[in-house]
C-alpha cells in the first residue's frame, strides 16, 4: 500500500508514559517476510526470517496447488508466538507452521495450511487457525448445487479457504485435534449468519482470523462456558463465538456492531476488546477503525480509540492491538507499516514507522509488545552460513 504517514522509526517517544520493553514485529518488511524485534528506540535488535522455499521444498499439502507461492514475493506471515529460548512459532499465512529457533533454523513444521493466529495454552500447546481441505470436507457443508471442484476453482489465487478449522499442536509440534469452525456453524443453525456470509464470498464463509483462551471472568459472564473454551473471531460473518476445548460444538455467539473485526482479545475482568477494522463503503460517516470492549454481562460495547475524531486510524484489512501492563494499548494499523502505543487518554506515547521502500509502506500484520527480560538468551549470534 501507498506511504500514509510520514517518517521513519520511532517518530515519537513518551520516555515516561510508555510500557518500556522490545517490540516485536511481523509482516512484510524490508528483507521480506520476517518478525523483527526492536527496542524502544527502534534499532532492530534481531530478525527471524521466513523462507517458504527453505523450509518446505516440496509442498504436497497445500490445495489448490494453484495456490502455491510463486516467488518471495508471493507469500506473508501472519501470526507468532514468541518463546523464551529465543525461538518462534509462526504461520506462512495459508501455507503451512514452523518453529523458528534464534537463528531461523526449524525446529519442527507442520504441513497444514495455517494462518492468522497463534495461541499457547498454560500447558504449552498451541492453539492455530488452518484450513480443512475441501476433498475432506462432507458434501453436506458444500452450499446447495454448488461442488467442491466449483468452490476450488473460485479459491485459485486467494489466500482463503471455504473450511476453516482449529489446530490444538503439542509443543513438539504434533496435532492434537482439529474441530471444523464451519460444522459447529452449521450444527448450532446460524443459517442466517451462513446466509449473509455466502453472499459476500461463497468460498470463505467464516474467515476465522483468531483464537484465544476463554479465563474465568468471561466464563462466569456466560453460562456453559468454561475456562480454557476457545473465543474465535470470524470475519466473514462479523461473529464473536466460544467454541467448547474438547468437542469444538458451538456454545455462544454474537454479531456487531463491529465489522470484519481482528483480534478479538479476553482481559483479566472478562471483557473483551476488539479491532474493528469498519467498511469505509457504508458511507462518509466511517472514517477509520476502532479499538472496542464488550461486556457479554450487559451486551455493551464501547469505543476505548479513537477517543477523538484526530486519533484516527484505519486498516482495511488484518490489524491488531495489544493491552499492556501499564493501561495502554499497542495498536497495528497494518497497512501503514504503522504500531503505535496510546495511553488511555488517547494520546500517543509511542509511534515507529516503517516504509518499505521510496513508495509503499511495509505490511505490520501483528505487533507485540514483550517484556525487557522475556529471552532467556543473552546473545542473539548465529554462524554464517
Excluded at 506462512?92 to 492468522?116: F, I, N, Q
Excluded at 456470509?197 to 482470523?209: A, G, I, K, Y
Aim: charged letters at 20%.
Amino acid at each position: 500500500m501507498p506511504q500514509t504517514y510520514p517518517g521513519t522509526g520511532v517518530v515519537a517517544h513518551d520516555t515516561g508514559a510508555v510500557q518500556s520493553g522490545y517490540t516485536l514485529i511481523q509482516g512484510i518488511l524490508p528483507g521480506g517476510a520476517q518478525v523483527r524485534m526492536v527496542d524502544m528506540d527502534g534499532t532492530e535488535v534481531h530478525r527471524w526470517t521466513i523462507e517458504f522455499f527453505d523450509l518446505w521444498t516440496n509442498p504436497t499439502h497445500v490445495s489448490p496447488v494453484e495456490n502455491l507461492p510463486k516467488s518471495d514475493l508471493h507469500y506473508h506471515t501472519q501470526g507468532f508466538w514468541p518463546l523464551p529460548d529465543g525461538s518462534i512459532v509462526v504461520n506462512v499465512s495459508d501455507l503451512g507452521a514452523v518453529r523458528l529457533d534464534h537463528c531461523s533454523e526449524p525446529v519442527w513444521k507442520l504441513d497444514r495450511m495455517t494462518h492468522h493466529a497463534v495461541t499457547r495454552t498454560p500447558q504449552g500447546d498451541f492453539w492455530l487457525a488452518s484450513h480443512i481441505p475441501l476433498e475432506e470436507t462432507p458434501t453436506d457443508l458444500l452450499p446447495r448445487g454448488v461442488s467442491a471442484d466449483d468452490l476450488a476453482q473460485k479459491l485459485i489465487g486467494w489466500g482463503r479457504h471455504y473450511n476453516n478449522s482449529i489446530l490444538k499442536v503439542s509443543t513438539e509440534g504434533e496435532i492434537l485435534s482439529e474441530f471444523s469452525v464451519l460444522q459447529a456453524v452449521t450444527d448450532a443453525g446460524l443459517e442466517h449468519a451462513l446466509y449473509s456470509s455466502l453472499l459476500e464470498f461463497m468460498p470463505d464463509p467464516t474467515h476465522l482470523n483468531d483464537v484465544e483462551l476463554v479465563n474465568e471472568a468471561l466464563a462466569e459472564k456466560i453460562g456453559d462456558v468454561r475456562a480454557g473454551d476457545l473465543l474465535v473471531s470470524l470475519r466473514s460473518m462479523d461473529m464473536l463465538a466460544i467454541l467448547d476445548q474438547e468437542d469444538g460444538r458451538l456454545k455462544w455467539h454474537k454479531q456487531g456492531p463491529w465489522v470484519h473485526q481482528h483480534d478479538a482479545d479476553v482481559m483479566s475482568d472478562g471483557s473483551i476488546e476488539i479491532f474493528n477494522n469498519r467498511k469505509k463503503i457504508v458511507g462518509p460517516w466511517v472514517t477509520g477503525s476502532q479499538i472496542l470492549s464488550y461486556d457479554a454481562t450487559t451486551d455493551t460495547t464501547n469505543v476505548l480509540h479513537p477517543v477523538a475524531e484526530e486519533d484516527r486510524f484505519h486498516s482495511d484489512i488484518m490489524g491488531a492491538q495489544q493491552r499492556l501492563e501499564n493501561g495502554n494499548l499497542l495498536i497495528t494499523e497494518t497497512l501503514a507499516g504503522r504500531a503505535f502505543e496510546v495511553d488511555p487518554a488517547g494520546k500517543v506515547v509511542w509511534d515507529y514507522r516503517l516504509p518499505y521502500d521510496d513508495e509503499t509502506a511495509s505490511l505490520f500484520e501483528v505487533v507485540m509488545r514483550i517484556p525487557p527480560d522475556f529471552f532467556e538468551k543473552n546473545s542473539w549470534t548465529c554462524k554464517e552460513s
